[in-house]
């Protein structure tokens, strides 16, 4: 009568008067309902009585009540004032999930909350919800206040953060009440370290946090917390000269932030475990996504109330890496890697999307994730964003940039004449401007690239995420042959040709490089003369440009960053800006930046290099002992300074 006589009365002109029916099928659920002494965070490990149900629409139905429902001719059950159909195949999974269930009649906090965000899977479309006072429960609707509060920038933070971003702290917020820990994924170039680093200095005080990072990004966590929170007291524990386990304990003691890098934290890792640390903050956390080697075992070690790994590609080569992260966030919490990974796939495909797809689930709650490609976050997106990324020197850097600058201005190497001694001080400045990006740039030599120079180690690690998010990337260089070198030198780490655009190539091939890049499929990265590339050439393909080496016209390197940056290109392009602090670099940064000429670092606007006496040049173009960053970097008073022999050799 509801479904097919009543339609056809009505039709003839009868006056039908029955229940509604909706035409919509109820989809099925299974409900957890659970009552629990205890709602602290211990509980997550404590057991409590459940039981269960299945839910059609918001119909909750027991196990007898279904039985009594598949035995009717046509099954419907009264939702939302009307009468709603429900499928017989549906009724049979959901009495079979209740009788496979029937004996699980406790369950620990943690157990719930996979149930309820599907990693333990669920037989039925709707998925699992947990009901009841729990921890499990009273975790969800927390993490959805969270997510529907207003927030903004917090107090002592000296900028201005943007809505996702700010909804990312007050999700740090919500970690740290309910002691957890979890995974803050913005994607690359949403800016997590300013992120993070706005929430230390909303728990300033409440004891020292920890940061962990690669030593490329070390000095960039250093200038970024003096950029965005002076009033925070941070210290920098790396290098041979470090302090040892009493110092760095009486140093943490009086810190709101510490930073070291991996390797000093496996190195030191007995020290570091004694100490009462309030958050571990891992950067760039692919480090830790083999769970069974050195580094993730040992820096699983150190306790903290919070631990917050950061990364934008949480999910590089399979769901795998998520559970690392997120097993060490919260070991134990999310379950066995196999039934994690099984949990999440039945929403996961093979494409990029599909991975993406399944981190919904925990979006909010275990993992914040927001990418480039969401319109709300691209609306809130300049079309370019400028980040300025200061890199380390070797040990053999600084060794032949003190050469160099020693030849040009001791004994007779000075020439006099304006004009020859103009020649050498720019021939030396080239020479340091080499040396800055890698000692093979300057002098010829048949030894591997890699672990030689800060700034090539900042550039594979850019190329590393860019190739983890399948996207492409530009590489500019002033000096053509170097940039042959970098281009070998990257097509043998991501396995993946990688060619060097420069004026010694024919129009036909370099036609063909242009092309070749443009189309290809997949990630992918091109190194460029900053001459020959810089202008021209239309490269939307890609959405990452890399400032290998720093030029002194503002308008060639805009232009080398307009490759990406023009007409035809549909996503935000990140431009990285390298430079080693306190060097030559830093002098060229300025002179870009329209602060001064060189010779204006110590002598009036009126003279130029030739005028300079040996002193002079030694300021203008020397090493800054406190600013320059090396792999023996040391923090004393609360800013980094470098090795005492180093400051030595550069005051004599």
């Known amino acids: 009568l509801m479904s097919e006589t009543g339609p ?15 035409r919509k099928k109820a989809s099925p659920s299974l409900r957890l309902f659970a009552e629990s002494a205890s709602t602290s965070a211990a509980s997550a490990n404590q ?30 059950v009264r939702s939302g004032g009307k009468w709603v159909a429900v499928d017989k195949a549906d009724l049979k999974a959901a009495a079979d999930a209740l009788e496979e269930r029937a004996n699980s009649r406790q369950m620990t906090g943690a157990e719930m909350l996979r149930f309820a965000l599907g990693l333990d899977g669920s037989p039925l479309s709707g ?3 947990v009901g009841g006072n729990t921890w499990a429960s009273n975790l969800l609707k927390n993490a959805a206040a969270v997510s529907a509060a207003e927030v903004g920038t917090p107090d002592g933070f000296i900028g201005e953060l943007r809505s996702y971003q700010a909804e990312a702290v007050a999700w740090l917020g919500f970690l740290n009440a309910s002691g957890l820990g979890g995974c803050l994924a913005l994607d690359m170039g949403l800016g997590k370290t300013p992120t993070m680093l706005a929430y230390l200095a909303l728990t300033a005080g409440d004891g020292p946090s920890l940061v962990v990072a690669p030593p490329a990004v070390v000095g960039n966590w250093a200038a970024e917390a003096r950029k965005f929170v002076p009033h925070l007291k941070v210290h920098v524990h790396h290098g041979a000269n470090r302090m040892d386990s009493a110092g760095l304990a009486r140093r943490a003691a009086s810190a709101d932030v510490v930073i070291t890098t991996y390797g000093t934290a496996v190195r030191d890792v007995e020290a570091i475990e004694k100490i009462e640390w309030q958050r571990l903050v891992l950067d760039e956390a692919q480090a830790i996504k083999n769970p069974a080697n050195d580094t993730s075992q040992q820096l699983r070690r150190i306790s903290a109330k919070t631990k917050v790994a950061l990364t934008g590609t949480p999910i590089e080569n399979g769901l795998g890496d998520l559970w690392s992260i997120l097993d060490f966030t919260n070991p ?29 689930a925990l979006n909010g709650i275990l993992v914040f994730r927001r990418t480039k490609s969401e319109p709300a976050i691209a609306a809130e997106l300049p079309d370019r964003i400028d980040e300025l990324d200061r890199c380390s020197m070797t040990a053999e850097q600084i060794g032949l940039y003190q050469a160099v600058l020693d030849k040009l ?16 001080v720019l021939a030396a400045i080239t020479a340091l401007k080499q040396i800055c990006n890698h000692p093979a740039a300057y002098q010829e030599d048949d030894r591997p690239l890699a672990g030689r120079s800060g700034k090539l180690s900042r550039l594979e690690e850019i190329v590393d995420a860019v190739f983890a998010a399948g996207e492409r990337v530009l590489i500019f260089t002033h000096f053509a042959q170097w940039g042959v070198k970098l281009a070998e030198h990257l097509a043998k780490r991501t396995n993946t040709p990688v060619s060097c655009y420069h004026g010694g190539l024919t129009r036909i091939a370099r036609d063909q490089i242009i092309d070749e890049f443009q189309h290809r499929d997949g990630a992918g990265a091109l190194v460029l003369s900053l001459k020959a590339g810089g202008t021209g050439l239309n490269l939307t393909a890609a959405s990452h440009v890399v400032l290998y080496d720093r030029w002194w016209n503002p308008a060639v390197e805009d232009q080398a960053r307009d490759r990406a940056w023009r007409i035809g290109q549909t996503k935000t392009v990140i431009s990285h800006r390298l430079i080693c602090p306190g060097t030559i670099d830093e002098r060229v940064e300025e002179v870009v930046m329209g602060k001064r000429r060189i010779a204006e670092m110590v002598m009036p606007k009126s003279s130029s290099l030739a005028d300079l006496d040996a002193d002079q040049l030694r300021v203008a173009l020397g090493i800054r002992p406190d600013q320059i960053l090396t792999e023996e970097m040391m923090e004393q008073d609360g800013e980094p300074q470098v090795m005492e022999d180093l400051e030595l050799e550069v005051a004599q």
């Open 8 to 22: 056809r009365l009505l039709a003839a002109g009868f006056d039908v008067r029955v229940p509604a029916l909706s």
């Open 47 to 76: 057991l409590a009585n459940v039981r269960w149900s299945a839910v059609f629409g918001d119909v909750e139905l027991t196990a007898e009540e279904i039985s009594r429902l598949a035995r009717e001719a046509r099954p419907l």
């Open 127 to 129: 998925g699992v919800s």
């Open 332 to 360: 134990g919490l999310v379950g066995p890697r196999p039934r994690f990974i099984a949990g999440l796939s039945q929403e996961a495909t093979n494409s990029k999307d599909g991975a993406e797809d399944a981190m919904r």
């Open 409 to 424: 201005i001791t004994g007779n190497s000075l020439e006099l004449g304006e004009e020859p001694r103009k020649g050498q």
